[in-house]
């Protein structure tokens, strides 16, 4: 006669001893038997995992107060945890969210050579672990690329989003078209041809969501709304994504940014278009902002982003940086209206990064993997050549693209605003307290091209169309040059980041080094260049436990060539890294 020893203790005991599972654990335990699989549908243990296990949610929370749960509004799956119902739905989606965003294979994996099923977790401890709750001991990359093999060949990745739900990355080419890839397995299981989605053609996707620039019938511009058909069960028809509508503005569109469910469209005229995707068959289009005083052409919009309060633009020239209320529709905030003020330069506390080490000792073990490592962070004298542009209120000359901006993104959790250069990474504490008139604070800037790390083959300022890709998640920051940079404004959580529950502020004190940590990682691609001269990566994305890139790869030598720069054309995949938390 079989005894279920669950039967013979108190449920409070049962309750406890459940609780110190994780997910997938607790999910493996309903086999055993129909009084385990009752046992455990009590939501109570399911709480307890979200709360003290998993740190979802204060301990306080209830099932009602899931649906308004800020710190789970700040991912990109934020789509996958809304609509819960219990705690469970909670901790099992979560577990699919940070399995999705895994990549090919988990680092146990890659470094035994096992199968691809998941590894067991050491005794005693969870499974999964968010990185939040200590801070960071590594950024570890795992062995392979996620490169893609199509009956053309490989392909050339260009842009990417990534549907954790799904567990597929979504990647418009070089050459052209759409591929949906399992990143499990690397095979394409849905696509759209070069004849529908051109070359280098930008992406924008979120909760299910994508939306692409292409040309319409008549040649005009335009971005196209597709659904998957999770979103549509009852239109599936085999289709993966459907075309659901078209977006036409009456501006070449520079710039664009999907947050869900709004969509931003920068016009090359200076007018950002805003609609509002929440019905993706009908978008509907909301008040625009007039930025043509400050950002009237082409060279005056390089990136564009937002959040539910304000426009962020920044274009070519140093004085270019432009906050704009979104409610009212006018500025803020601007860096030319910072640098008008006396003696401006005085409030730029400038850094570098210490690479002193690796400089010395090049054949440094560091240096020949992908894995990041941590970095000091130096005070220096500001560049002699910023500082006079500063003096001169950010004025420079046409053409001069050292102080080029390039891409801007605000942080929630810190309530800091990125902006990358050419030059640096300016860092701007609790922008949304500042104006124009009220705007004497300090600043922050870390000069990366003057390391000296890494020595290019082509010149720093030279016609090479180059990227520079900037994220932004969690309270950190990556940007990709000769170098990969990760920048963590809050290193001493305790808990997971929610918006504005870690203000990063600058000391008081110009000596006192700021509140952060620093790491890098060698880019051994720098030089690679894709088949019309592009260099660099072309596209980045974080959350708290993973980064994924685009790098330009170098292909196989051809035999029958003559040519050395044919032999170093590169092929575009994508690499990933975990964020491990502190032991």
């Known amino acids: 006669m079989s005894f279920d020893i669950l039967a013979a203790l108190p449920p409070e005991l049962a309750i406890e001893i459940f609780a110190f599972l994780d997910p997938g654990s607790l999910t493996r335990c309903t086999a055993v038997s129909k009084a385990w699989r009752n046992a455990i549908a009590n939501d109570l243990i399911w709480r307890r995992v979200a709360t003290e296990q998993l740190c979802l949610c204060p301990d306080e929370t209830e099932v009602q107060d899931l649906a308004a749960l800020p710190s789970l509004k700040r991912w990109s799956a934020s789509g996958h945890l809304a609509g819960l119902a219990n ?84 990647a418009t080419t070089r050459t052209g078209g759409l591929h949906v890839v399992d990143i499990e397995t690397n095979q394409i ?97 909301l008040n625009s902002i007039d930025a043509s005083a400050r950002h009237s052409h082409a060279r005056e919009i390089n990136y564009v982003d937002f959040d539910d309060q304000h426009l962020f633009l920044v274009g070519q020239y140093l004085d270019q940086v432009t906050i704009y209320d979104r409610t009212t529709g006018q500025v803020k905030w601007s860096m030319a209206a910072y640098l008008r003020q006396a003696d401006a330069a005085s409030l ?20 020949s993997t992908f894995d990041f490592f941590e970095r000091k962070l130096l005070p220096k004298e500001i560049d002699p050549q910023l500082k006079e542009k500063i003096e001169r209120g950010g004025a420079v000359a046409v053409g001069d693209g050292r102080f080029e901006w390039v891409a801007i993104h605000p942080d929630e959790a810190t309530g800091a605003l990125f902006i990358l250069g050419r030059l640096m990474l300016v860092i701007v504490p609790n922008f949304a307290s500042l104006s124009e008139s009220s705007c004497r604070v300090p600043i922050m800037a870390i000069e990366y091209r003057t390391w000296g790390f890494h020595q290019s083959t082509f010149p720093m300022f030279s016609d090479v169309v180059h990227q520079l890709p900037l994220t932004v998640a969690d309270g950190r920051a990556l940007f990709v040059e000769a170098n990969n940079i990760l920048v963590d404004l809050a290193p001493q959580r305790q808990v997971p980041l929610t918006p504005g529950s870690a203000p990063f502020l600058l000391p008081v004190d110009p000596d006192v080094l700021p509140p952060l940590r620093v790491f890098a990682s060698h880019n051994p691609f720098f030089d690679l260049a894709d088949r019309i001269g592009i260099h660099g990566c072309s596209c980045a994305q974080m959350d708290a436990a993973n980064i994924f890139t685009v790098f330009q790869t170098e292909a196989p030598d051809y035999e029958d060539t003559e040519d050395e720069a044919d032999m170093r054309e590169a092929i575009c995949e994508v690499l990933h890294w975990h964020v491990d938390a502190d032991a």
């Open 348 to 367: 730029v506390r400038s850094y570098k990064m210490d690479f002193d080490d690796l400089i010395a000792q090049p054949t440094d073990p560091r240096l």
């Open 189 to 285: 299981v849905w696509q759209l041809g070069s004849h529908q989605i051109g070359s280098y053609k930008h992406l924008e996707g979120e909760r299910g969501v994508l939306v692409m620039n292409r040309r319409g019938p008549d040649g005009e511009e335009c971005f196209e709304v597709w659904v998957h058909r999770r979103l549509i069960p009852d239109e599936g028809n085999g289709e993966l994504y459907q075309s659901r509508s078209i977006i036409l503005t009456s501006q070449g569109v520079r710039a664009s940014r999907f947050k869900w469910p709004i969509f931003c469209g920068m016009g090359e005229l200076g007018t950002a278009f805003f609609w509002d995707l929440t019905d993706p068959d009908q978008p509907r289009q």
């Open 87 to 170: 705690f469970r739905q909670l901790c099992v989606r979560w577990q699919q969210v940070l399995v999705g965003w895994r990549g090919r294979r988990g680092l146990i994996e890659d470094q035994q050579g096992l199968d691809q099923s998941e590894p067991e977790p050491p005794e005693g401890t969870a499974a999964i672990r968010h990185p939040s709750l200590t801070g960071v001991s590594k950024i570890q990359a795992t062995s392979d690329t996620i490169g893609v093999m199509a009956p053309e060949g490989q392909l050339d990745i260009w842009r990417i989003k990534l549907d954790p739900e799904d567990r597929t990355l979504i």
